[in-house]
C-alpha cells in the first residue's frame, strides 16, 4: 500500500509564478521529509527536507510546509523558472530509517 | 566531489539470462540503497547495507536477486535469472547513516526482451 502518494501526475505553470506540489501520507510516525527532483537519465537530487518537528523549511525560492495534522506536505517554488521543469518526488524515513518515496509530479514551467 | 558512480547505465538482456549492476557510492558515505523505479513511480526500496551489513532486504526478491558489499564500499547488485517484469531503472544512493539526505547515482535502465 502506498504510504506516501502525489495524487497530480503533472502540473504546468506559467514562468514567475509560483509552483506547488502536494504530497499526502499516511504513516504518522514518519520523522523526516524530503523533496527530491529528477531530470530524464538522471538520478533524484536532493532538493530541500523537513523535520517533523517543524512546520516550514526555506531555501531561497523553494519552501516545504508540513502540516502533521492534515498528514499533508507541499513544496512552493516561487518564482517558478523554465529550469525547474523535472520530475518531483516527495519522500519520507520512518523511524526504522527506511525511506518511502511518492510517485512523482512532472512540472512543467512554461516560458 | 565525486557522486555516486554506477554502471552500466544501460542494459538489454534477454529473459533467463543474468545480470549485474555495480555501484561506487561517495567517498566515505557508510550507508549504501538500492532502489527499483518503474515507470511512472517512485524508487521502491530493495536493500539498505549499514557498511557490510544489510540491515533491510525485506524487499530483495530472494529467489534471483542478489546483493553484496564487500569490505563496506562499493556495492553488486545481481539478477538470475532475469525476467520480463525485471526491466526498471536500478538506482543506487548512500549516505551518512546519522544524515537524511541520500545521495542518487544516475540508475541503470534494464531492458528484459
Known amino acids: 500500500d502506498q504510504q506516501v502518494k502525489q495524487n497530480s501526475p503533472s502540473l504546468s505553470v506559467q514562468e514567475g509564478r509560483i509552483s506547488i506540489l502536494n504530497c499526502d501520507y499516511t504513516?504518522?510516525?514518519?520523522?523526516?521529509f524530503l523533496w527530491y527532483k529528477k531530470y530524464p537519465a538522471e538520478g533524484p537530487t536532493f532538493l530541500i527536507s523537513?523535520?517533523?518537528?517543524?512546520d516550514k523549511n526555506e531555501d531561497g525560492r523553494f519552501t516545504v510546509f508540513l502540516n502533521k495534522s492534515a498528514k499533508h506536505l507541499s513544496l512552493h517554488i516561487v518564482p517558478s523558472q523554465p529550469g525547474d521543469s523535472a520530475v518531483y518526488f516527495c519522500?519520507?524515513?520512518?523511524?526504522?530509517?527506511?525511506?518511502?518515496f511518492g510517485t512523482g509530479t512532472s512540472l512543467t514551467v512554461i516560458p | 566531489e565525486a557522486g555516486v558512480v554506477q554502471s552500466p547505465r544501460y542494459k538489454i538482456i534477454e529473459k533467463k539470462q543474468p545480470v549485474a549492476f555495480w555501484c561506487n557510492p561517495i567517498s566515505g558515505h557508510n550507508t549504501l540503497y538500492w532502489y527499483r523505479q518503474n515507470l511512472g513511480q517512485g524508487p521502491e526500496l530493495l536493500i539498505r547495507?549499514?557498511?557490510?551489513?544489510?540491515?533491510?532486504d525485506s524487499q530483495l526478491p530472494k529467489d534471483r536477486f542478489s546483493a553484496e558489499r564487500l569490505k563496506g564500499v562499493d556495492s553488486t547488485l545481481k539478477i538470475q535469472p532475469a525476467e520480463l517484469g525485471d526491466s526498471a531503472v536500478y538506482l543506487c544512493?548512500?549516505?551518512?547513516?546519522?544524515?537524511?539526505?541520500?545521495?542518487f547515482g544516475p540508475g541503470t535502465r534494464l531492458t528484459v526482451l
Open positions: 519522500a519520507a524515513k520512518d523511524t526504522g530509517n527506511q525511506f518511502y
Open positions: 544512493a548512500s549516505s551518512f547513516a546519522r544524515y537524511n539526505e541520500q545521495f
Open positions: 504513516n504518522s510516525m514518519f520523522d523526516y
Open positions: 547495507y549499514e557498511n557490510e551489513e544489510a540491515v533491510d
Open positions: 523537513i523535520s517533523s518537528i517543524k
